[in-house]
């Protein structure tokens, strides 16, 4: 339980039963206590019944009212108005001390811990004291009793409060786990969509496009060595046309399979964006060369190397600083990702990155698939330096 302020607990089945039991252990006992009056033969028996009414009547009234929460002000005035009418009935009948058990777990389950500790220590006190009150012979278990019901009750109910803090924690356990398998599904399936739509890209690129635009070269060729004025002149050139038309279909659906970074702006631009964004280290990002239209295939290899070598970066190497350049050459086009981390032995082999979607092997491959080479310099405490070039496309062949 919260030693500031007890939290209400949830109705659940167990709770419901709980409070049910509570119920008919004090109805149970008030009804023993009138009983036992009556069959005494006690002179003042009708007062008994009535300290008994009222105590039944105050007690449902506070289970009725839903003003009476665990750590409310109407909880501590009710519970005085219940600690009240059981002294009275106390005071006129020796039965009334068994009342106390079920007056524990209320004053702990209502107050804070720091007050329900002194008042249920109170309640047993006025439970010994009703032996004194009543001359019954007084035995060790006279003060044993109660202080034992009270024992019970106090480790009953922190031991359910620790439980329960148990089980919530499970339960938010369980909720994280669950939302973080759901963002893992989610982030899966992003990166499967974006992959494949890189793949339908450079497929399209590689094959359709490239055989397009051949062919378009091939009609352009014909075209010129037929003598003017020869009737298959007009059947090459309608040709060509046809072919120069699906290829710019092809180059359009090239471009709609465009990772999202690149659809509205250039591989500079998206570079950038990615330098801005990158936590941890302080990202620059430079350009060197006059740039020119790069394919597609081109610049999504250059942005994912970009963002692989980055988040290595941020995740392994524990820099403070870190630049990304791109250099525009005569027939190449040129990629350096360099940073003054920890570095690495680059001839040792790191499973933990190879494993995490973000190793050198993927780099490398990216770059052998469209002709390119990829370098790492690096060593223990001198940072890192990557490095990918790729030989520009012939113009044309784009």
Known sequence: MDSARPQARPHTPVAALLRL?????????????????????????????A????????????VALPAVRPGTSAAAVWLGALGASWLALLVLSPEALWAAFPLYFLLLHLL??????????????AAIASFLLHGQPITPGAFIGPLIGAAVAVATVLGYD?????????????????????????????????????????????????????IQLLLRAAERALPAGDPAR?????????AQDNL?????????????????GSLSGALERLCAAAPGPAVQFGVSGTPVELPT??????????????????????ADRAEITLSFM????????????????????????????FGLPAMRSRAQSLGGTLSVESAPGQGTAVAITLPLPVAGAR
């Open 21 to 49: 039991c509570l119920h008919a252990l004090l109805g149970g006992l008030l009804a023993l206590a009138a009983v036992r009056s009556f069959g005494d033969g006690a002179p003042h028996a009708g007062v008994v019944l």
């Open 51 to 62: 300290a008994v009414v009222l105590m039944a009547a105050v007690y449902a009234a506070g």
């Open 112 to 125: 804070p811990l720091r007050w329900a500790l002194p008042a249920v220590l109170a309640t047993a006190g």
């Open 162 to 214: 620790a439980l329960y803090r148990e089980s919530e924690r499970r339960r938010e356990l369980i909720d994280e786990l669950v939302a973080t398998r759901a963002e893992l599904a989610e982030a899966e399936r992003t990166a499967g969509t974006l992959a494949e739509r890189e793949r339908l890209a450079r497929e399209i690129h590689d094959t359709l496009a490239q055989g397009l635009s051949s």
């Open 234 to 242: 007009e059947h090459v050139e309608q040709a060509r046309r046809a």
């Open 248 to 264: 710019a279909e092809a180059r359009r659906f090239v471009k709609a399979l465009t990772p999202p970074d690149l659809e509205h």
């Open 297 to 318: 295939p081109y610049e999504v290899a250059l942005l994912r190397i970009a963002q692989s070598a980055l988040a290595n970066t941020v995740q392994h190497a524990g």
């Open 330 to 357: 005569d027939t190449s086009v040129a990629l350096d990702v360099v940073d003054d981390g920890r570095g690495f032995d680059p001839a040792k082999r790191r499973p933990k990155e190879e494993t995490s979607g």
